[in-house]
């Protein structure tokens, strides 16, 4: 029986979502349940690709990230696939009818990454588009179930959350992706150093990308808003303590939320938004 397998499958995105994001995934548990699924698929197939091209370093990565990609659109082209991971995701992407071109886009982010060590203003922003503001979009296909009206008007505010959220992933792993990996996402970074009013320049983009992620948050369906809102919250407290840190530090450290924070976080959030809404 089809469904038993599809099932497992699930069950392998939601452990792989677990195992790899306790962020997103009490962010998934905030959603309506039928919304848990096909987001915990996204997210598989997701952190699949991006583990292939930073960690499997004994490996080779561009046949692996090749066979990978090939394998997904086989998935996608005739809906099932033996890895489950990739058949949880197709199963999302047929019923959904999620654009192909969004993962096309995202796969091609990736893997640049394979390749690409330094970045122009211009690759920075095309890597940002393919490797977070289109999974958002992937997510808003679910949210919308099939509304092409509410996609569209929430599409361009659902970008700017990505955007966000891409940016201090940058900033958070600065230290891990300069001195580990040896790649320099912002372009302006000379010789490795960041300085105080580079640092000051990406958080007033972030400041703006947030409050327009935001004002998309709000006009979401009722059952995606507040688990969306979760993440924004996690992103939020991140972001500030990042800002409050001198650049030499985010160069040798990585910052991060701690998961007894992330669960206090919840819990006033959740108080907060029962009494005065988003």
Do not use: W
Request: aromatic share 12%; charged share 20%; glycine share 4%.
């Amino acid at each position: 029986m089809k469904q038993l397998f599809d099932d497992v499958s699930q069950q392998c995105s939601k452990l792989t979502t677990k195992a790899y994001s306790t962020s997103f995934s009490l962010g998934i548990n905030c959603l309506g349940r039928q919304f848990h699924a096909p987001i915990y698929s996204i997210y598989g197939f997701v952190r699949f690709a991006d583990e292939i091209v930073d960690t499997f370093h004994a490996y080779n990565k561009q046949e692996l990230f090749t066979e990978f990609k090939r394998d997904t659109y086989l998935a996608i082209e005739r809906n099932i696939s033996l890895n489950p991971i990739l058949n949880s995701f197709q199963e999302v992407v047929n019923k959904y009818k999620i654009d192909h071109e969004l993962i096309a886009c995202f796969l091609q982010s990736m893997e640049t990454d394979l390749s690409q060590e330094t970045h122009t203003e211009d690759s920075y922003n095309t890597y940002i588009l393919g490797s977070a503001e289109v999974v958002g979009l992937m997510c808003l296909y679910v949210f919308t179930d099939n509304n092409k009206h509410q996609y569209e008007s929430l599409k361009p505010l659902a970008m700017k959350l990505g955007a966000a959220f891409q940016k201090i992933n940058f900033l958070r792993d600065l230290k891990d992706d300069t001195h580990t990996l040896g790649r320099q996402y912002f372009p302006q970074l000379q010789q490795q150093i960041l300085t105080q009013e580079l640092k000051q320049k990406i958080e007033n983009e972030i400041a703006q990308d947030f409050n327009d992620g935001l004002a998309g948050i709000k006009l979401l369906p009722t059952d995606a808003k507040f688990g969306v809102y979760i993440a924004y919250t996690y992103y939020l407290q991140l972001f500030k303590k990042i800002k409050a840190l001198p650049p030499h530090q985010i160069l040798n450290t990585r910052v991060r939320v701690s998961n007894a924070h992330k669960i206090a976080l919840l819990a006033t959030t959740y108080l907060r938004v029962k009494t005065i809404g988003i």
